[in-house]
């Protein structure tokens, strides 16, 4: 499944490094060892995710189909060894089989064809490897940001901001997760062992909260003109309040991890 956040690499760099610390701590508590361990980092972006493993000892192959954003990863990351970039997607990765302790999607899943994803994340990893998808997103909570999100409605083609990628088209979800999803991973063998959910605030200005907004998988499919005007709305709106204080934006973090019993 297309996205266009390629179109946006340097603002997305900028403004979508927020992965929580809490993910990670999550992680250790539930002895997933991380240090010397080989990770695919499925739908890497500019290697946010891939940068912290790193830094937690695992070694990494970061699949990213956009090389925009592999250009950048690859300058944030620096001369770091323990991270290698490859230019594939999670139906066609390009890694060997049966190589990886662990694979993590972060954010990454519903632009995925799932059924096909979940055949490459059983193939690529070992033998009782573990799958950790994770989500996030930010609840619409205070008055600002229902002003806001009412501005990306009425520049909206559609009549209501509809969820990115298959969770559109998904007749239940849950914890955060279509249905569809636990099926297609049932079916290679990927059996679910645990979710974890996080609940947790980040505090934003107005300028940090147009370039989150701006990032965001319903105003990157915008024409650049409606984008443009969009954006411009918005910031007026917030110049209104003429509100020095920084908003907190409510965030919660869905994290399913599920273990290869294919072999």
């Known amino acids: 499944m297309k996205t266009n956040f390629h179109n946006y690499a340097e603002e997305y760099f900028k403004h979508r490094n927020d992965i929580p ?61 323990r991270i290698s970039f490859t230019k594939g997607t999670a139906e066609h990765t390009g890694l060997n089989d049966d190589t990886y302790d662990i694979v993590i999607v972060m954010r990454a899943w519903h632009w995925f064809e799932s059924d096909k994803a979940s055949k490459e994340m059983r193939r690529i990893l070992k033998p009782d490897g573990l799958l950790i998808v994770a989500d996030i997103g930010f609840k619409v909570a205070s008055k600002m940001m229902k002003d806001s999100m009412r501005i990306v409605k009425k520049n909206s083609k559609h009549e209501e901001l509809r969820p990115a990628g298959s969770k559109e088209d998904s007749i239940q979800m849950i914890n955060g997760f279509p249905v569809e999803w636990f099926s297609d991973w049932r079916h290679e063998r990927l059996d679910l062992e645990e979710f974890f959910k996080h609940e947790y605030r980040i505090k934003f200005t107005d300028q940090e909260w ?54």
Not at 23 to 41: C, H, M, P, Q, Y
Not at 221 to 229: A, E, G, I, L, V
Request: proline share 3%.
């Open 21 to 81: 610390s809490a993910f990670f701590e999550e992680l250790t508590k539930r002895n997933i060892e991380l240090s010397g361990s080989k990770v695919a980092d499925i739908g890497a972006g500019p290697g946010f995710v891939s940068k912290v493993l790193s830094e937690h000892g695992a070694i990494v192959d970061a699949v990213e189909p956009s090389e925009e954003f592999i250009k950048i990863g690859k300058k944030y990351v620096g001369d770091d060894d």
């Open 210 to 263: 147009l370039g989150r907004l701006g990032t965001s998988s319903w105003l990157v499919s915008f024409k650049k003109k409606q984008m443009d005007k969009t954006m411009e709305k918005i910031s007026e709106q917030l110049d209104s309040k003429n509100n020095e204080s920084k908003h907190k934006v409510p965030h919660v973090l869905n994290v399913a991890i599920l273990k290869n019993k294919y072999k």
